[in-house]
């Protein structure tokens, strides 16, 4: 989905906080525990858990620190798996506890193929309402495999509880300044690509 | 009519007591977890695979070639999810930085947990597309013939950098090297002074 987490290229944000930006970090631990506990218990997988993320109302999500994003996901992911209702939750809270947005289809890898180091290859400019692991800044855009992985589980599909599918992922390098033309500083930009992502250039 | 959060506090109160009452929250396990990560997941993990790789020829090559079977050779594992470890040499000429422009994957059980501000949105937004302009703000301002690369944490792979091995440690032992290998060196916003 082009959501609001999608960040890559955004423009208008500022110096970063370095090194450190105090603020109250207590109940971190536990919310990072939590959230193994749910992955331990087989609730959710980790792209279950970052489509989570990636559904809170936009100014929830820029508004929400790191381990609210992660508190946010995991309850949300209990209430859709039946855990917890929502109503219990707030009840618990004694106030207020806003979860994430419905979730929508996903979507099935795309026939097999391959690439091999060197080739260039192009990201398909192909738009979905589901989770995604392609970052919206390389759509459409040509790069160069510099590295292949083994086979990871394909986001898009076991983010939706669908048939799980395994493919690797190419490591493309891709020049900054073809993705932002006139508009960048010089540098080469590398993305981790699902074969089900790219095409041949 | 405003419907105000309650405090993250008491809504990770909450989460902890769902999950207590469906029985899945083993007795201790917060305690014993959060234990296990902050002992077992820190940056001198990282710092010693950059210490022995400035040491140890034959450890450098395997480290580049495989990460992941270089760090388990030290005895350091990653989670399920973390599938492949690469390691990203910087040379006098070539510097890597590391970010994860979708969420804020890290590499955490060998650099350590990601920093805050690996996490915010500023840093996830920009060093993409003004990598040099970003590093020299935080510090580090790199040659005009510096080639740099970015890597998106957008997969199961998970980076760290091998930093340059400053020239006044010339003939340190391991031991003395991973005492001055910082976090922010094995993302790439730093240099080792």
Redesign the interface.
């Known amino acids: 989905m082009d959501g609001m987490?999608?960040?890559?290229?955004?423009?208008g944000?500022?110096?970063?906080?370095?090194?450190?930006?105090p603020?109250?970090e207590?109940?971190e631990?536990?919310?990072?525990?939590?959230w193994?506990?749910?992955v331990r218990?087989g609730?959710y997988?980790?792209d279950e858990y970052?489509h989570a993320?990636?559904r809170m109302a936009p100014v929830h999500y820029?508004s929400a620190?790191?381990?609210?994003r992660t508190?946010t996901a995991?309850?949300t992911l209990?209430v859709e798996k039946g855990?917890?209702t929502a109503e219990?939750?707030?009840a618990?809270?004694?106030?207020?506890?806003?979860l994430s947005r419905p979730i929508g289809p996903g979507r099935d890898p795309a026939p097999a193929q391959s690439f091999v180091i060197g080739e260039p290859v192009r990201v398909k400019n192909v738009f979905t309402s589901g989770h995604t692991?392609?970052?919206g800044?390389i759509r459409g855009k040509t790069g160069v495999v510099v590295?292949i992985?083994?086979p990871?589980?394909f986001p898009d599909a076991a983010a939706h509880g669908m048939r799980e599918t395994w493919e690797p992922?190419y490591?493309v390098r891709f020049c900054?300044e073809e993705?932002?033309p006139d508009?960048?500083?010089?540098?080469?930009?590398?993305?981790?690509?699902?074969q089900s992502y790219l095409e041949k250039a | 009519m405003t419907d105000d959060p309650a405090p993250a506090a008491a809504r990770a109160a909450a989460l902890k007591e769902a999950f207590a009452e469906k029985g899945l929250l083993p007795d201790g396990f917060v305690e014993d977890f959060t234990r296990h990560a902050e002992e077992n997941w820190i940056t001198r993990n990282g710092a010693q695979m950059v210490a022995r790789a400035w040491t140890d020829e034959a450890f450098r090559a395997r480290l580049l070639a495989d990460a992941t079977a270089a760090a388990g050779e030290m005895g350091f594992g990653l989670p399920k999810h973390h599938r492949h470890l690469v390691a990203l040499e910087n040379t006098p000429g070539i510097h890597n930085v590391i970010v994860c422009t979708q969420c804020s994957c890290t590499a955490f059980s060998i650099i350590g947990a990601a920093p805050d501000w690996y996490k915010d949105l500023d840093y996830r937004a920009r060093v993409v597309r003004q990598a040099r302009t970003v590093l020299a703000e935080m510090g580090l301002s790199l040659p005009a013939a510096t080639e740099i690369r970015v890597w998106d944490t957008s997969a199961d792979t998970r980076y760290m950098v091998l930093p340059l091995q400053p020239a006044r440690t010339q003939g340190w032992d391991a031991e003395a090297l991973a005492a001055i290998v910082t976090q922010d060196a094995m993302i790439g916003v730093a240099e080792i002074g």
């Open positions: 987490h999608d960040l890559g290229g955004k423009q944000f500022g110096k970063i906080a370095y090194p450190l930006t603020h109250d207590s109940w631990p536990l919310v990072r525990a939590l193994t506990l749910g218990a609730l997988n980790m970052r993320i990636e820029l620190p790191y381990f609210e508190l995991v309850a209990l855990v917890v219990t939750l707030a618990k809270a004694g106030g207020a506890f806003p692991r392609m970052p800044y590295a992985t083994p990871y589980p992922t490591d900054s993705l932002w508009s960048s500083d010089p540098a080469l930009v590398h993305v981790g690509v699902f």
